[in-house]
């Protein structure tokens, strides 16, 4: 049964259709993969599905715990349980990440500075991310500095895998998360994510590369060119897209990365 | 020490002026401003005759200066409507009824004590929180440090006060340093001695009361050499009054290898005019700063200045401006390298939200033979929405040679792509401004003791909410 549901999805930017009509469903315990080339609409999707507020929704809908959530601004529909892991996170100055995560954890759990029952307490907070931390090989350190300022490429992408850890979702989007990222760093990501897997998480990867799927085994790939599905299946197709890259869709990219020097 | 004995002064004016005053003398508070009026403020004080000399001298260059235009629009202030000079009792007469309703609130957002927010509120006229107070006086005494508020010093104290006061900012030097030596009255008066380090940071709220928290205060701090003090002044919670015109002074003189550094936050009401001069003289390797935090207020003008006089005097300005509907914060700073080697920073912070209006006015000055200075402006402003404003208006004259200026501006507003990444972690929207606005100004929010740091954060939190008038 479908826990999370894309019907006929179509957005655009800036006037421009990118998105014609995409259609998926996740239960939660699965891992999706979308597959795709440059341009193909990737981004708008993982955008679009958490309420970007330049991609415009031009039709249908996206159904999650009964409700559309097309029509929720960004928060709710992370407290509603959705999670979005950006390709280029965002820096924020002058906010820590300890407290950046603080107050996530306190909007996610409904605390609004009146009812103290909900507020995360400082021991429960330290002991959360103490554990997490460790998956990840991050420490201490990175906690009172500001939200991925002068973050490097694997710190930025490890902080938003601890922001997910620590919030919890149970549809997370993991938005490109392979990109810029040494072959270590990828290995203590997927570490961390595979250790969230299980019966109350739905995750859908977005990535052009094939080479993350080696570490986050999927139970489902699609392939996205010019806005539509073209093609889904199991983690076959990987292997298929790992060989030929996507020219059968007349696009001449490989699926592999080019070797970091 | 020479003493003016307080009756004699007081007989004294009460011949040379004529006045009649009956044994039970109750001070009629009066609008406007004559030399009556400067004299009778004199008097009540019983002042020394040079001081009554003075203020008179000073109504007289305040009557001759135009009104600055430059600026603000200052045109509205009605100098007849304003009462000069109220006795603590007279301020007394509001009740807490009286308030209009948004400045309660705010009292109860922040969880201001109840004799403290009577205070601010001038309900009441005095607020001690007695026994830190006394403790820390003894403390101070001990070793040689005067904190008194500045009529007391005038009285206790004549000739240093005679010897400073004035000094740094001379009644001429504007139309309202002129206004406030003509009509001063509160304040707080610090003298360090030499080597003296006071470690906690003098707060006038210690012994705040009506008195030196009046609208035409006048604040002296002398730092002999080697010394260093912190003061504090004002509190983020609004202070309300229904008198429209503040119009401070400060001044400030740091001897060789001293430091001090002048921490502000106002917060007034948004009647108020709030129009102030602080200025320090920075000699031999001292260092001057000012950590000057502006919110309330209809308009303000203020450009804290260091006068670096002598080779490796350092200024330095960090300030913030908040201005909402209605309001127009017009601040800065001022550097004036009068010594070779001497080295200042003007670091300015102003939001602008709900069509509120901000301008960085600053003055680099370098006096010719002023050689190998540096200074380093940087000014950034956070736009809340399309109808606020700000405003850059940095002015530098450089007559010297081998001079590192550094000038730097950003305008900017509150980015979608941050908003959205944080509300993408289930923070709502409002929050997320406000975590945006407090980041933006956390370079001077670090700079404050934790209370006040924690408190500008809730104001701030207040402000973009829109629930403070």
Known sequence: MADFEIKDLRASVEGRQILKGVSLSIAKGEVHAVMGPNGSGKSTLSHTLMGHPGYAVDGGEVLFKGQNVLALEPDARARLGMFLAFQYPVVVPGISMANFLRTALNSKRGYDGKDKSKQVTPKEFRSMLKGELEVLHMDDSFLPRYINDGFSGGEKKRAEILQMAMLKPEIAILDETDSGLDIDSIKFVAEAVNRMRGPELGILIITHYTRVLEFIKPDFVHVLVDGKFV??????VADRLEKTGYSEWGKEETAQPQEVA | MATVPKVEVGTDYKEKYGFFVPEEYVFKAKR???????????????????????????????RKKPMPTWGADLSVIDFENIFYYLKASDKQSKTWEDLPPDI???????????????????VSAQYESEVVYHSLQEELTKKGVIFTDTDSALRDHPDLFKEYFGTVIPPADNKFSALNTAVWSGGSFIYVPKGVRVDIPLQAYFRINAENMGQFERTLIICDEGSFVHYIEGCTAPI???????????????KKNARCRYTTIQNWSTNVFNLVTKRAMAYGDATMEWVDGNLGSQITMKYPSVYLMEPGAKGDVLSVAFAGKGQHQDAGGKMIHVAPNTTSTITSKSISKGGGRTSYRGHIKIYPGANNCKSFVKCDALLLDDESRSDTYPYNDVDAENVTLGHEATVSKVSDEQLFYLMSRGIARAEAETMIVNGFIEPFTKELPLEYAVELNRLIQLEMEGSVG
């Open chain 1, 231 to 236: 093609l889904s299946g199991g983690p076959e």
């Open chain 2, 32 to 62: 406007g401003l004559n030399p009556d009026i400067v004299k009778e403020i004199s008097w009540m004080k019983q002042e020394p005759e040079w001081m009554t000399k003075m203020r008179l001298r000073s109504l007289e260059i305040f």
């Open chain 2, 104 to 122: 309660k609130a705010t009292y109860d957002r922040l969880g201001v004590p109840e004799a403290e927010r009577k205070f601010l509120a001038g």
């Open chain 2, 240 to 254: 309300y009054t229904t008198d429209s015109l503040h119009s401070a002074v400060v001044e400030i003189i740091v």
